[in-house]
């Protein structure tokens, strides 16, 4: 059982160049959700995905595109990279019922020069 | 913005029990309290959670106020392993799913 994994790990983009952050979890949950963490600072929620087809925004989606096509994968998607959005990139998972817990991966370094 | 207060930074002896305090005056009757932590730079790992009665597991016991307007997650015997920042979060529960909003926790030393 896997759990939640990020790919990759570590990345250097270029400013204006685009990738994606992949994130896949093996345990069947409807909710999965993107944050980023700047250094000393919380964890920030970028967009979530309530199941496949819906998705919705945080609070710092700007720059950032989501789709869920399937349950088990919720990639998050830089369409022109900028020096702001190095940060270290976590995705989380957890079934869609009350009192339940999120399972976070291990997260994804993004520099962006 | 983050609807918990918690104390920036707390120092715990090893072995000793740390108890993290979190304050939710504006708690609704629908608002859990969950407890994560983050060791380092790792994903963040879930603690406990709780809605009105005292909860226990493996790793902490979470006390909350009868008037569910504090709560103090209490990690027995602390370890050196447990030093890591500790989020307390209130998060509404629908009949779908509501994200987990992060404020900037309690980064907790356990001192040998």
């Known amino acids: 059982n896997a759990g939640v994994t990020q790919t990759p790990k570590f990345q250097v983009l270029k400013t204006g160049q685009s990738m994606t952050l992949q994130c896949a979890q093996d345990?069947?949950?409807?909710?999965m959700s993107w944050y980023r963490q700047d250094p000393g600072m919380g964890l920030r929620l970028i967009h979530y995905s309530v199941g496949a087809g819906i998705t919705d925004q945080g609070e710092v989606p700007n720059g950032y595109n989501v789709s869920r096509s399937t349950t088990e994968d919720f990639p998050l998607r830089l369409l022109s990279a900028a020096p702001s959005q190095t940060s270290v990139y976590f995705c989380?998972?957890?079934?869609?019922?009350?009192?339940?817990?999120?399972?976070f991966g291990q997260g994804t370094r993004l520099t962006v020069v | 913005d983050a609807k918990t207060t918690q104390p920036p930074s707390m120092d715990c002896a090893e072995g000793r029990a740390a108890n993290l305090p979190c304050n939710h005056s504006t708690i609704s009757g629908n608002e859990y309290v969950y407890w994560y932590r983050q060791i380092h730079s790792q994903g963040p790992q879930y603690i406990i959670h709780?809605?009105?009665n005292n909860e226990t597991n493996e790793m902490a016991s979470l006390i909350i106020t009868e008037d569910r307007k504090s709560s103090t997650l209490i990690l027995p015997h602390a370890t050196l392993r447990d030093t890591a920042v500790y989020y307390c979060?209130?998060?509404?529960?629908?009949?779908?799913?509501?994200?987990?909003?992060f404020g900037k926790g309690t980064r907790l030393s356990v001192i040998a």
């Open positions: 709780g809605l009105k």
């Open positions: 989380a998972s957890s079934y869609s019922m009350p009192g339940t817990e999120a399972f």
């Open positions: 979060i209130v998060r509404v529960e629908f009949s779908g799913n509501t994200p987990l909003v």
């Open positions: 345990m069947n949950h409807e909710y």
